[in-house]
T-cell receptor
Framework: AQTVTQSQPEMSVQEAETVTLSCTYDTSESNYYLFWYKQPPSRQMILVIRQEAYKQQNATENRFSVNFQKAAKSFSLKISDSQLGDTAMYFCAFMNRWGAGSYQLTFGKGTKLSVIP | NAGVTQTPKFQVLKTGQSMTLQCAQDMNHNSMYWYRQDPGMGLRLIYYSASEGTTDKGEVPNGYNVSRLNKREFSLRLESAAPSQTSVYFC????????????FGPGTRLTVL
């Protein structure tokens, strides 16, 4: 079974600064996908960024980027130029094939990020 | 496009009562999922449906049943609610592609007294 560990229950960052959220995972599979989801107080789950394990290049989406270290099974999220709207819970998730045609997401417990004005 | 919709948004039940959570998606996705989220936890998969007419257990299926009514709708039923089922429930859908993103509904907050 896959496990996803987020070792930072809470973090804070000053507006406009950079913050990095950590995530490690455990799997015996070689082909999989990793995601960061954001959950603001509205409760809506929003995809922030995804990474395919077979790609060596780190994914980037505007102010969000990842540092994917496959050998170390590490997948951290860097948020640059933090904004007040980035305040949310952030979940790291691992996706693998589950049964015929579906893909299961396994989530970490989340990191609560607060952006301070 | 409404995406993934869930009803109701909030519900309070007494122990032993039954209810059905409804989920619908308008993205023509094949796969649909039900998750629960407890305080301090990530989402955990209850049941999923890879296609119309098929359902399978996820990580925490006990106490729940599901029905994939058609391609659009996937319902979650609690036959005899227990306080341990107090949680926020999320429905999600995705295409059956390897990098298919799962799109989530807004969630239902359920309290069982």
């Amino acid at each position: 079974a896959q496990t996803v560990t987020q070792s930072q229950p809470e973090m804070s960052v000053q507006e406009a600064e950079t913050v990095t959220l950590s995530c490690t995972y455990d799997t015996s599979e070689s082909n999989y996908y990793l995601f960061w989801y954001k959950q603001p107080p509205s409760r809506q789950m929003i995809l922030v960024i995804r990474q395919e394990a077979y790609k060596q290049q780190n994914a980037t989406e505007n102010r969000f980027s990842v540092n994917f270290q496959k050998a170390a099974k590490s997948f951290s999220l860097k948020i640059s130029d933090s904004q007040l709207g980035d305040t949310a819970m952030y979940f790291c998730a691992f996706m693998n094939r589950w049964g015929a045609g579906s893909y299961q997401l396994t989530f970490g417990k989340g990191t609560k990020l607060s952006v301070i004005p | 496009n409404a995406g993934v919709t869930q009803t109701p948004k909030f519900q309070v039940l007494k122990t032993g009562q039954s209810m059905t959570l409804q989920c619908a998606q308008d993205m023509n996705h094949n796969s649909m999922y039900w998750y629960r989220q407890d305080p301090g936890m990530g989402l955990r998969l209850i049941y999923y449906s890879a296609s119309e007419g098929t359902t399978d257990k996820g990580e925490v299926p006990n106490g729940y049943n599901v029905s994939r009514l058609n391609k659009r709708e996937f319902s979650l039923r609690l036959e005899s609610a227990a306080p341990s089922q107090t949680s926020v429930y999320f429905c999600a859908s995705s295409e059956n592609r390897e990098v298919g993103e799962q799109f989530f509904g807004p969630g239902t907050r359920l309290t069982v007294l």
